[in-house]
T-cell receptor, first 109, second 116 residues
């Protein structure tokens, strides 16, 4: 059965800290891995990764895919309270997205 | 460019009633996906539709649930004879999906269904 697992499930840090969120997958027909941010509403798209070893970056957020290890990480540097959210990892297989449980990040001032 | 639109945002139904959830994809997007998020659980795929076609309904419960995406108008997720266990947030996503390229799915704000 296709599976996406995220760790940790929850994380509490202070402003300015750097965090690393993990995502591992066992999915047949892998096409891409996506990261979303969810703040009590619609998941907001962050990154889509298709190739191993190529880092995608947007401001303080970055992500990389390792197809050999079947995993991805999402890094957030210099965290801010506005980064508090649930971060979702999803793998696309034949159109549908298979989601992990999410990592709930709380950034304290 | 308006994003994915869903309505209603909140829907309250009594057990046994019908629920109709609507989704209008982003302009230029011809593929629609429905996901359900049960309390304290992750998002789970339900169904993938293209205009007038169901592409993959492997995540749909076998009974009471149906979905359509007509040639004109929004996609509809219909739940007949709702039960308390149907209470959840239902999210719609859309993508352009042109020619087999990998695609990004963009999500709407969701419909929160509460069954009393």
């Amino acid at each position: 059965e296709d599976k996406v697992v995220q760790s940790p499930l929850s994380l509490v840090v202070h402003e300015g800290d750097t965090v690393t969120l993990n995502c591992s997958y066992e999915v047949t027909n892998f096409r891409s891995l996506l990261w979303y941010k969810q703040e009590k509403k619609a998941p907001t798209f962050l990154f889509m990764l298709t190739s191993s070893g190529i880092e995608k970056k947007s401001g303080r957020l970055s992500s990389i895919l390792d197809k050999k290890e079947l995993s991805s990480i999402l890094n957030i540097t210099a965290t801010q309270t506005g980064d508090s959210a649930i971060y979702l990892c999803a793998v696309e297989a034949r159109g549908k997205l298979i989601f992990g449980q999410g990592t709930e990040l709380s950034v304290k001032p | 460019n308006a994003g994915v639109m869903q309505n209603p945002r909140h829907l309250v139904r009594r057990r046994g009633q019908e629920a109709r959830l609507r989704c209008s994809p982003m302009k230029g997007h011809s593929h629609v996906y429905w996901y359900r998020q049960l309390p304290e659980e992750g998002l789970k795929f339900m169904v993938y539709l293209q205009k007038e076609n169901i592409i993959d309904e492997s995540g749909m419960p076998k009974e009471r649930f149906s979905a359509e995406f007509p040639k004109e108008g929004p996609s509809i997720l219909r739940i007949q004879q709702v039960v308390r266990g149907d209470s959840a947030a239902y999210f719609c996503a859309s993508s352009p999906r042109q020619g087999g390229w990998v695609d990004t799915q963009y999500f709407g704000p969701g419909t929160r269904l509460t069954v009393l």
